[in-house]
């Protein structure tokens, strides 16, 4: 097991270095395509959020930009923001904080352009609306093999490696609460017993659907997101003092003068933007797959939504996290350290019912996160094939992964969602190039009307040489493959039909 931790760890390192420059590069691209959306638009953001939504097409009420926007924060907002800005810090010491701060930033542009381009291409199914990065490299960029790719990626990624992360961290801050060493044999059966719960609880909403995932994110994400941010709060207050040189330690980290004699400055580069971007997912392709589930008037409003979820993520939530462990003096560079180190500094400064308070906080984050995930694969699994069976099949191995996600090695599961994270995002970062323009044209129009004082509504017709916008023109399921899907759900609800 070390040795194949050691592999993943080495290969996942060299990855990440051909990665952070195409993030970088990519992320700069979009903000100047965008003419700096990410800051221009801060108050769009605000205003599309309480947007109501339209009707869907089996006559119920749709999905709202705020329950689409709670999907995503699902996903986004778990043990990435509490285990891995620990493991950031444990390991590249606190400027890796700045570079996350840094990717939040370059970053929002990025999930701009890929949640509105998600909306742009989104197609109708018997459960509303569904769209995503393979709907547009197909759609948009006249790829289907490509978006079977990232459709076959963003599954493993988040449907098994990254729910496999969340149970390992609701097992991690369990064992921080309780003083347990999970590596013992002996303690074994608590693992599997968590497991188990986490799996009960994950397939009673699961297999409810979109509507159900989205009714208990709407509710589980803003309650434990407020409750975990008074904390925080609570702590930075407590320690207001010590605030400006915590401040100081974190540029210093990620400028200074000992990283770089040392040759670590690199390193602290890199574990802040891998934790960043695994907490706030911007231009990784994972967002856009609960963006396009939105019934809105314009593509672009699920676009200005989830650039506010980036730094809702990074910038709030992910900064509370740094600065309970920064205002606690923690060590670090010495070896990796998850959810614990959160506790431990609660613990400094609260007291010990800090730390059972992390836990349910953590179990919260994470078992959402899981829910967030899952849709993600569903949703590609779709692009993929139509076959029930087949969804089912998925369904027990998400539930499969979660399991084992808590008896595995804290340091393997983490490697292994690095590694995927990495593949991922590089698929969908060339596929948002390619559509730049597109995304910018469509920005425009919503501006233009914006300007024109009218709430902006968009049609397929109103960019001329665009193609593939069925849900904006209401032709949907113009293809072979798409009418095969339709048919294929259809048989197989008579089949359950004459079996009832």
Not at 181 to 196: E, H, K, P, T, Y
Not at 356 to 368: M, N
Not at 426 to 443: D, E, H, M, R, Y
Not at 459 to 468: N, Q, T
Request: proline share 2%; hydrophobic share 50%.
């Amino acid at each position: 097991m070390d040795a194949l931790t050691e592999l993943v760890g080495t290969v996942g390192e060299y990855v990440w270095y051909v990665v952070f420059a195409i993030l970088i590069g990519v992320g700069l691209y979009l903000t100047v395509r965008t003419g700096v959306i990410q800051l221009r638009g801060l108050p769009e953001m605000f205003r599309v959020l309480t947007d109501s939504p339209g009707d869907a097409e089996d006559g119920k009420k749709g999905i709202s930009s705020f329950r689409a926007f709670t999907v995503s924060a699902a996903a986004r907002v778990g043990t990435g923001n509490i285990a891995g800005v620990a493991i950031a810090i444990s390991l590249g010491g606190p400027g890796a904080v700045f570079w996350m701060w840094t990717i939040a930033a370059i970053g929002a542009a990025s999930a701009f352009v890929e949640s509105t381009l998600g909306q742009l291409y989104k197609i109708k199914s018997r459960d509303g609306y569904v769209g995503g990065p393979a709907y547009y490299m197909e759609r948009g960029l006249k790829k289907r093999w490509m978006g079977l790719i990232f459709a076959v990626t963003i599954t493993i990624t988040y449907g098994f490696v990254f729910n496999s992360v969340q149970s390992n961290s609701i097992v991690d801050a369990v064992s921080g609460s309780f003083n347990l060493d999970m590596a013992d044999s002996q303690n074994m059966w608590i693992r599997i017993v968590i497991g188990l719960a986490l799996v009960a609880i994950t397939a009673a909403v699961i297999f409810g659907g979109i509507r159900s995932i989205s009714s208990v994110t709407q509710i589980v994400v803003p309650v434990m997101a407020v409750l975990y941010l008074i904390l925080g709060l609570l702590i930075v207050a407590l320690n207001i003092t010590e605030v400006p040189a915590m401040f100081l330690m974190i540029v210093e980290g990620a400028f200074g003068i000992r990283e770089f004699v040392t040759g670590s400055l690199i390193g602290v580069l890199i574990q802040g933007m891998k934790r960043g971007l695994f907490s706030n997912e911007a231009g990784m392709g994972s967002s856009p797959n609960a963006g396009a589930t939105a019934s809105v008037s314009h593509p672009a409003k699920q676009g200005f939504v989830q650039s506010l979820g980036v730094y809702f993520d990074t910038m709030i939530v992910c900064s509370v996290t740094a600065f309970i462990i920064l205002l606690s003096n923690p060590t670090f560079g010495d070896e990796r350290q998850g959810a614990s180190l959160t506790q431990t500094a609660l613990g400094a400064q609260l007291g010990d019912w800090a730390i059972h308070f992390l836990t349910v906080a953590i179990f919260l984050f994470a078992w959402s996160s899981v829910i967030g995930n899952y849709y993600y694969g569903e949703s590609n699994i779709r692009f993929m094939t139509g076959s029930r069976a087949v969804m089912t099949g998925y369904r027990f191995l998400v539930l499969a992964c979660v399991f084992l996600g808590a008896i595995a090695a804290l340091d393997l599961v983490w490697s292994l969602a690095d590694l995927f994270m990495a593949f991922m995002a590089t698929i969908n970062l060339i596929a948002l190039v390619g559509l730049a323009g597109v995304a910018a044209k469509v920005l425009r129009n919503y501006m233009d009307q914006r300007k024109a004082g009218v709430e902006p509504v968009f049609h397929s017709g109103d960019i001329p040489g665009l193609s593939g916008l069925g849900a904006w023109d209401g032709t949907d399921f113009v293809t072979t493959r798409e009418h095969w899907i339709v048919q294929a759900e259809e048989k197989a609800e008579k089949k359950e039909a004459k079996r009832g």
